[in-house]
């Protein structure tokens, strides 16, 4: 059986995120969407949160389930027995950032476990959780880069 993970902060999960879940999903007989903790970021929503809306926004996916980490990627994986480890790419600095890290994770991870690139869709290539933050906390409409859910939410969270 072929166990994949897919990673991220998700802080806010955008479209450009579903599209790769839902594309890398199709590869796989598992899929399992991981929300990182990470300590260099400070997130808008708790990692509960972030995985409630992500359970919520891929409950029709039979083969896909969402759980949260914090620590060494490497740990997570090999301790999970995954067959693969899927990343996104938008652009050339996605790709240079993800090889050195697919390079340093092959040093750490069980043998036979591979990284799997998947390029976004031209739509949402220039979409990131950083980007649209900025956008909704100035105000702006970050409908279409994001799911309504999650942008009603942030919009909540920007008023408090």
Do not use: W
Not at 36 to 45: D, G, M, R, S, V
Not at 99 to 107: D, L, T, V
Not at 108 to 122: C, R, V
């Amino acid at each position: 059986m072929s166990k994949a993970l897919y990673t991220g902060s998700f802080d806010p999960v955008t479209n450009g995120h579903l599209d790769i879940i839902k594309r890398a999903a199709k590869l796989f007989d598992h899929l399992v969407v991981g929300v990182i903790e990470n300590p260099q970021k400070t997130p808008l929503f708790t990692s509960a949160e972030r995985v409630e809306m992500l359970e919520e926004l891929l409950k029709d996916v039979d083969n896909i389930s969402v759980d949260s980490f914090e620590g060494l990627l490497a740990d997570y994986v090999n301790e999970n027995n995954f067959t693969a480890v899927v990343r996104g790419l938008r652009a050339i600095t996605d790709f240079e950032y993800e090889i050195s890290m697919a390079q340093m994770n092959a040093q750490l991870f069980n043998q036979g476990i591979e990284s799997i690139f998947l390029m976004t869709s031209p739509a949402n290539s220039f979409v990131s959780s950083s980007m649209v933050k900025e956008v909704v906390s100035l105000g702006g409409n970050a409908a279409g880069l994001v799911p309504d859910c999650v942008f009603l939410k942030m919009k909540e969270k920007y008023k408090s």
